[in-house]
């Protein structure tokens, strides 16, 4: 089995709530936590690049993803991310990176809060990273999109082709 | 968007508790909820064929499942099912359909219990549905099978590969 | 068996995501929906009086909320609120009411994010406002304090009392 | 804050699921974690005394019981049970103990399948057990009930007062 290698970002998918402050903020992945309540049985590796809300993530960090993709041994890769710009990180992937296939993906609701499309999203994008080609693609709402061919629509809360 | 159709079989993955009596039963699929709550915007059709445990999965059943997607006019199909007798309706499918992308999956825990992998496997199953070629598989614990290639390890409560 | 009146005035026990925003945000209180979960056969009408976050709230709110218990026929009354300035109103019942029993409660978490303290502060509130005689209370964190000797503990996310 | 002792008996209230089998079995009380959630504060001390489903409790096992209730030190105490004979240790208890608050309490639904009862019949018990007087009660449905006016109505899931 060919192992994958799941890069963790932030975004959504793993904010918490502070309940002495009411804010969402960032403690580590719930990635393990989600696979193991998945039974999946995938070889992967896990690692934490950052953990940053995508609307603050700079030209410099999307570099550094681009740069790590590269370096890693895997050739199958799943990126968590924030919504909010994973079309701008695919773009940058897409047109600086060969030879890897890699998904990204996210949520619209903290897995913490119970009802989450995380858990769903995870799961089509471990199968999308062990069945598309070579390429960048983003996993949202049970579709894959091409990275040249995607934009979140803001007002639906929902990830669509350009044409 | 080609059309995927989910047929539903019963299993665990749509098990209910029953408070008055403590037995587990079904009602009815909880698998438009699950879409729902993933953000799926899949071009879906939903049908339900029986609702059963896989123990109980009789021969004829089975007979109807593979007449079943022979007759419909989709070329994708998800069928849910439960986990125990889900290789000897694959290897049914398997063996008698031609032109067909099938993709069985199931759960360990029910949906209802709130901690389940159906949403994880119901991710999975879909994505595959979309990307695998024409043939008959299993979609469990992040991985897909083919029919003739896969068992349910009972004392485990996974799936594996047999050779 | 003597009616208890809930009246809802928001706090975070009410809170929803706003996954467009990623803010937090009311709708309409998941009060029954509890009682429901928590098959509960009291003899309840529930109101909502207002729909705020408990920092929001003003001093005309507070009259509003005493005048309120004031009216209603009930002599016993739940008022769910948010946990920041639950004190400050139940300051002003205290020293403002005769001839009533009044429970205050709320919740650290909302009860939409899956593990909220809700359930189990609305159980205590009910409960206490069952068995406790004339007054006002707070009931947080298991315990029940009177208006008079109560604070919230915001390092501690905690009430306790004054002495 | 006098202390509060929890004894655990079992019931559906800490029932879990086995995968592997299908069935419902006890492993250990989840009552530690559901405080926990509750962010309760109440002094107490927990002991788990039988992990049993109330059908099968004994009359050797309610002796127990009873015997228990008088040897420890706390004159409150908290007793979580399945639901089906629950009303039959109360009227033991009820019969045999003198000079303690004994409250009897369960679910209808297993903690661990996340949309349980439990949470909230855990809060009205605690906050039961602090404010009644002397004697053995049943605390469900949000209610309190003398343990020589109470049955369990089978039909409905729910308790009622005999007369």
């Not at 309540?37 to 570099?63: H, N, V």
């Not at 890693?72 to 695919?90: Q, W």
């Not at 994008?125 to 709402?141: C, P, S």
Request: hydrophobic share 40%; with cysteine.
């Amino acid at each position: 089995m060919e192992r994958i290698r799941i890069l963790i970002t932030g975004g959504t998918f793993d904010k918490e709530y502070n309940e002495l402050t009411g804010e969402l903020f960032f403690q580590s992945t719930h990635t393990a936590d989600m696979l193991r309540l998945g039974r999946c049985l995938l070889d992967l590796e896990i690692e934490t690049l950052m953990m940053i809300d995508s609307l603050q993530m700079t030209e410099a960090d999307r570099a550094r993803i681009l740069e790590h993709c590269r370096e890693v041994p895997e050739t199958r890769i799943v990126i968590t991310h924030g919504t909010d710009t994973m079309a701008e990180t695919a773009a940058v992937l897409g047109s600086g990176l060969k030879g890897k296939t890699v998904v990204l993906t996210g949520a619209m609701i903290p897995y913490t809060f119970g009802s989450s499309d995380g858990m769903f999203n995870l799961g089509t994008a471990l199968a999308f990273a062990q069945t598309l080609g070579e390429g960048v693609y983003i996993a949202m709402n049970g579709l894959w999109f091409h990275w040249d061919n995607v934009r979140k629509n803001k007002q639906m809360g929902v990830f669509e082709r350009l044409r």
